[in-house]
């Protein structure tokens, strides 16, 4: 019975987390309550409260219930001991989180309530600084690649590990919100593989 209990609890916890993307993704953070939250996941506020504190909680739950999938693949494409080029390896990371993105309806919606659809003010001000620990995480990851490449002499001379990889998350970045600007059907991105193969291509020896 127990086990039962922690398993519709476990339920329950999901679906107060889908209904929460969905309303945020519709309404905008600011403007979701935690009782239109509950409602729309067909339970009390009590229940969003016995799982989770207050909506920053929560929002933070809704970000970790697609990352953490989201970055073991692509940090298995980045530390995929097939590429002997760590250069390969960056470029088929990269390449990755932009196939899961345009592939994943819950990511997508994910990164644009991140990026469009939430201010960062009030309640969630001292929510921006842990939004962008991931992106200064894939900075570090990268900056390390490109040591290995640096060391192994893969990199272009003239070029600092620590330049390339501010640069490369910078066009990452950009591109990120560049996908989320632009309207759909404009064939960006279809041609962000390429675009990414070119920047990876001004790096190499």
Known sequence: MVRKTKEEA???RKEIIEAARNVFHESGVSRSSLDKIAKAAGVTRGAVYWHFADKAEL?????EDVFAPMLA??????????????LDAIEASITEFFRVLAECEVVREVF???????????EFSSVQEEVGRPALAFLEKI?????????????????LPAMVARDTWAFTSGLLHLTFGCRKNTGL?????????????????
Do not use: W
């Not at 991105?189 to 020896?205: D, F, G, K, N, T």
């Open 112 to 122: 644009e309530i991140m990026i469009s659809r939430c201010e960062y003010v009030d």
């Open 189 to 205: 991105e279809q041609e962000i593989p390429a675009m990414i193969q070119a920047h990876m291509a001004l790096r190499r020896r």
């Open 10 to 12: 476990e339920q329950t």
């Open 143 to 159: 900056e390390r690649m490109y040591q290995q490449a640096f060391d192994k002499q893969l990199l272009r001379p003239g070029l």
């Open 59 to 63: 929002f933070f739950a809704m970000r």
């Open 73 to 86: 693949r692509t940090d298995a494409r980045l530390y995929d001991p097939a590429f002997d080029n760590p």
